[in-house]
């Protein structure tokens, strides 16, 4: 008994899960539009190259279904039988239209990106922040900052260090190792926050060309 009742109750979702699908699909067929994301990607026309000798619009699947003489009484299984039809084409067109926008935006994108180069245009803020924050310009060293605040105690210790290991370990060569590094440390840092707005501006210069290159090769590869 309890079956029987399990069965008849999944039929009636079932009817009515078909009856709603059969009704969208009627309704897409007589009323649906494709929505178009025309403002979200670039969508200038250029007849200098295919790709963008047409709007996105213009790509768009043939489809055709004859409903001229589904009013009839005798036609009108038919009549439902193609409005189906018509309602699955426009979901198809639907989801090509979506893949197209999205692979153009995606293109758009990447193109983009390849242009937008902010680092370039902030580089001299960059590199102005970071001798602020060490105390250390072209000009020389400045009153606050970082690296001059640590740099006596830094002297302090490597001084210490030094007398240590030359004077009671007898560590000559150590102890000079130890100065040797220390001041090869100090100028080659020093001398990159003196000049860093010109170091990250060749940094970026190089990994933009870097960029520019494998894209082009890319574009060889794929299209030769």
């Not at 008849?8 to 899960?17: C, I, P, W």
């Not at 250029?46 to 005798?74: E, H």
């Not at 989801?95 to 935006?105: D, E, F, G, K, R």
């Amino acid at each position: 008994m309890m079956k029987s009742v399990t069965k008849e109750k999944v039929f009636h979702v079932l009817k009515q899960v078909l009856l709603a699908v059969t009704v969208t699909l009627v309704l897409l067929s007589l009323l649906g539009t494709v929505a178009h994301a025309s403002g979200l990607v670039d969508d200038t026309i250029n007849a200098g190259n295919l790709y963008s000798k047409y709007p996105l619009s213009n790509y768009q699947l043939d489809f055709y279904v004859d409903n001229s003489w589904s009013w009839l009484p005798w036609n009108w299984l038919d009549g439902i039988g193609k409005s189906v039809q018509y309602g699955l084409y426009c979901i198809t067109n639907f989801v090509w239209t979506i893949s197209l926008y999205l692979s153009n935006a995606t293109g758009y994108v990447v193109q983009q990106a390849y242009k937008l180069d902010f680092i370039n245009d902030m580089a001299d803020s960059i590199g102005k922040s970071i001798q602020t924050l060490a105390g250390v310009t072209e000009n020389g060293f400045s009153s606050s900052g970082f690296y001059v605040g640590f740099l006596l105690i830094i002297i302090l210790i490597v001084g210490v260090y030094t007398a240590y290991t030359g004077l009671l370990k007898r560590e000559t060569s150590k102890a000079l190792h130890a100065v040797i590094n220390f001041v090869v440390v100090f100028i080659v840092s020093a001398s990159f926050i003196a000049y860093a707005p010109n170091y990250i501006q060749k940094i970026n210069d190089f990994s933009s060309d870097i960029s520019t290159a494998s894209l082009d090769l890319g574009t060889k590869i794929m299209l030769p």
